[in-house]
């Protein structure tokens, strides 16, 4: 494996994975609402960040791409599951700076350019085929295109297979040796069709129409076939949330409301000792609605 993660002694997938990824398949496309914190200079507000939302696409848990025969590009094999949701982003999109600048470390805009971040982020899902809604709070991490390569290895490269790498649970032992970063990535760019890949070739999102973009690659309606296109691939950028609480609220019967919130506590239950029988690594907590 082309990594530093350890995959510590995870005891085994999380309580809620099973019937979120059940709720997940339910819905005809699965949206969800994904928050970030913006750096507000402003010195009037009376906080250092504001919220930023905006609708994403699920793209499944990370080491567990979803089958599309469409797909071209080459696999990994299955040596890993996680409970860490991803989605796609474009490099030039404001949630990349955002959760750059809201880590720990404070990262800058050409930190952002490569992997890293860490920075708290929110995923809401409100999947109407089952009446409930998930609230995923955690950490969000960037794969870009430094992740894997020649020469020394970034420190957000580092960050990521780090802190990521912690919630990796190894399923296939012998594969571990040739399972690449790189490919996973690419992967999850291949399983996106001609046209949303051609997205990555649009010009700079935000920015005004009234001023043409200075790169003549650029512009709306393109088609990429290439998966190694290098404009496209040097815009593409995977996001991966760590989560530290999730929250279900089950609406079926309204007049009998039921909400749990599930809480990250580590292998040992963490300083607290709050690890629970049944539920491993989390700690489960039925709260009034």
């Known amino acids: ?64 791409l979803p089958k599309n025969k469409h797909n071209d590009a080459p696999m990994n094999d299955r040596v890993y599951e996680s409970d860490m949701p991803t989605l796609t982003t474009d490099v030039r999109m404001h949630k990349i700076p955002e959760i750059f600048a809201s880590s720990q470390g404070h990262g800058d805009v050409s930190q952002s350019q490569g992997s890293g971040g860490g920075g708290p982020v929110e995923a809401v899902f409100w999947v109407k085929e089952a009446m409930t809604q998930w609230r995923i709070r955690g950490n969000a991490y960037i ?25 990796m649970r190894v399923v296939n032992e012998d594969g571990k040796d040739n399972w690449s970063w790189r ?16 997205s990555f070739k649009n010009p700079a999102p935000g920015t005004p129409v009234s001023i043409p973009p200075s790169d003549p690659s650029l512009g709306l309606g393109q088609k990429v076939t290439d998966l190694e296109d290098e404009v ?44 629970v029988p049944g539920v491993g690594e989390w700690k489960k907590e039925e709260l009034w609605p």
């Open 1 to 64: 494996m082309s990594t530093a993660a350890q995959t510590p002694g995870i005891i085994g997938s999380a309580p809620w994975r099973s019937q979120f990824l059940s709720h997940i398949s339910k819905m005809d496309s699965p949206e969800f609402v994904f928050t970030s914190l913006s750096p507000d200079d402003s010195k009037d507000s009376p906080t250092p960040y504001v919220p930023r939302a905006r609708y994403c696409i699920y793209r499944g848990m990370w080491g567990e």
């Open 143 to 167: 794969v870009g295109p430094d992740i894997e390569g020649s020469g020394d290895e970034s420190s957000g490269s580092r960050i990521v297979k780090s802190k990521v790498g912690e919630r």
């Open 183 to 198: 490919r996973e990535l690419t992967a999850h760019f291949g399983n996106l069709n001609p046209g949303m890949r051609g």
């Open 232 to 275: 496209a691939r040097r815009n593409f950028r995977l996001i991966i949330i760590k989560p530290n609480q999730v929250e279900q609220v089950d609406l079926t019967e309204p007049d009998k409301a039921r909400r749990w919130l599930f809480t990250y506590v580590g292998p040992d239950g963490g300083q607290t000792g709050q690890r």
